[in-house]
């Protein structure tokens, strides 16, 4: 039986395992959303081990790496998707967030990042200065 080989379809085969799928993403997926007065995101690691996580914070971008051990040779794999080795992923911030108040907490495979609303960016009232005095000319 003779194969053909197309450089269209490995092409796209080396895209996917690079860059990843919506179904399949290469990177950690991440959930994130405000609550209340706070920022949260979550990072799926499962099977991390905690000592292996970094997280790196510089000017408004947070940088969280982790490994994952390689794979114990002589096995012979039907499957591997889950990311080897050390990855990471950058969530870049906006202004109005705290970084210097960033929580971390890593339970049950899941990295939670909290990051209070910065108090400059929390909604103010502006207090009106009232003048009724009655306007007065002025003599020259």
């Known amino acids: 039986m003779l194969m053909r080989t197309d450089p269209f379809r490995d092409l796209d085969r080396l895209t996917q395992q ?9 990177t950690m997926p991440m959930d994130a959303w405000r609550e209340g007065d706070e920022f949260v995101a979550e990072f799926d690691l499962p099977g991390i081990d905690p000592g292996s996580l970094d997280l790196d914070v510089e000017r ?3 940088t969280v790496r982790a490994s994952r051990p390689e794979l114990e040779s002589g096995r012979s794999m039907v499957a591997a998707e889950r990311t080897r080795g050390v990855f990471g992923r950058q969530l870049f911030l906006g202004d109005n967030l705290d970084t210097d108040a960033i929580r971390a907490d890593y339970r049950d495979g899941v990295l939670r990042l909290t ?7 929390k909604p103010r009232k502006i207090e009106i200065t009232r003048h009724d005095q009655e306007r007065q000319a002025i003599n020259a």
């Open 115 to 121: 990051i209070p609303i910065a108090e400059k960016a």
């Open 18 to 26: 690079v860059f990843g799928t919506p179904a399949r993403p290469v």
């Open 60 to 62: 408004n971008v947070v």
